[in-house]
C-alpha cells in the first residue's frame, strides 16, 4: 500500500460527460501528479501541483483540469469526453524535500471507459 | 527525441535464473534521477529502485540492482533470481530537476514474463 488513494477505481461513463477523479496523497506529501496510461501511448504526464499551486503541465487536453485543495487532496476533472479518454489515470505523490530521492509513490489508479 | 528508450517490449526469463531489462536516457542536464517501477497485472505501479547521476556506486535493493552506465547513458535492471511473481510490466523513468520539473518521464516498457 503506497499511501496514495484514488476514488473511483472504476468509472463507466458516456462520450460527452464530464467525470471527476479524486486523489488523496501519502501523509506529509504537498507535492500531486497526474498520469495517463492508455495503451498506445503508455504513462503521460499531464499535470503537477505543489502545496495548492500548479507547478508544471504536461499533454493536458483543453478539456481537462485539475486542482489541489487546501488540505492536499487533487481531483482531476475531464470533460466532454471521447473514447481516445479511455485509460487508466494515476496520481502519484512525493516528499519533495532537499535531498530526497523524488520518487513518486502512485495510488492504484482510476480506470475509465468512455462509451 | 524520446527521454527514456526501452527497446523490450517483451523478456523471458526461467524461475531461478537472472535477467537484465535494458533502459537509455537522453539528457543534457547534469543532475538527474532514473528509476524503476514494477506494474503487475492488476495495475499499481510499485517504486523499485533509484539511481541518481552523481552515485558512483550501482545501486541495489535486494534482488534488483541497476546497471549504471553513465557515458552510455543506459540505466539497466537486473533482477536476480527470479520468482514467478516478478512476471510484470517494468518501466524506467528518469527526472530532471535542473529544468525545473521534477515530474517523471517513462519509457514504454518492457513485459517480463517469468517461467517455471
Known amino acids: 500500500d503506497s499511501g496514495v488513494t484514488q476514488t473511483p477505481k472504476h468509472l463507466i461513463t458516456a462520450t460527452g460527460q464530464r467525470v471527476t477523479l479524486r486523489c488523496s496523497p501519502r501523509?506529509?506529501?504537498?507535492?500531486v501528479y497526474w498520469y495517463q496510461q492508455s495503451l498506445d501511448q503508455g504513462l503521460q504526464f499531464l499535470i503537477h501541483?505543489?502545496?495548492?499551486?500548479?507547478?508544471a503541465k504536461g499533454n493536458i487536453l483543453e478539456r481537462f483540469s485539475a486542482q489541489q485543495f487546501p488540505d492536499l487532496h487533487s481531483e482531476l476533472n475531464l470533460s466532454s469526453l471521447e473514447l481516445g479518454d479511455s485509460a487508466l489515470y494515476f496520481c502519484?505523490?512525493?516528499?519533495?524535500?532537499?535531498?530526497?530521492?523524488?520518487?513518486?509513490?502512485f495510488g492504484e489508479g482510476s480506470r475509465l471507459t468512455v462509451l | 527525441a524520446q527521454k527514456i528508450t526501452q527497446t523490450q517490449p517483451g523478456m523471458f526469463v526461467q524461475e531461478k535464473e537472472a535477467v537484465t531489462l535494458d533502459c537509455t536516457y537522453d539528457?543534457?542536464?547534469?543532475?538527474?534521477?532514473l528509476f524503476w517501477y514494477k506494474q503487475p497485472s492488476s495495475g499499481e505501479m510499485i517504486f523499485l529502485i533509484y539511481?541518481?547521476?552523481?552515485?558512483?556506486q550501482n545501486a541495489t535493493e535486494g534482488r534488483y540492482s541497476l546497471n549504471f552506465q553513465k557515458a552510455r547513458k543506459s540505466a539497466n535492471l537486473v533482477i536476480s533470481a527470479s520468482q514467478l511473481g516478478d512476471s510484470a510490466m517494468y518501466f524506467c523513468a528518469m527526472r530532471e530537476p535542473e529544468t525545473g520539473a521534477n515530474n517523471l518521464f517513462f519509457g514504454t516498457g518492457t513485459r517480463l514474463t517469468v517461467i517455471p
Open positions: 502519484a505523490s512525493s516528499v519533495e524535500s532537499a535531498g530526497h530521492t523524488g520518487e513518486l509513490f
Open positions: 539511481q541518481g547521476s552523481y552515485d558512483q
Open positions: 501541483y505543489y502545496n495548492g499551486e500548479e507547478r
Open positions: 501523509s506529509g506529501d504537498l507535492s
Open positions: 539528457t543534457s542536464d547534469p543532475s538527474y534521477g
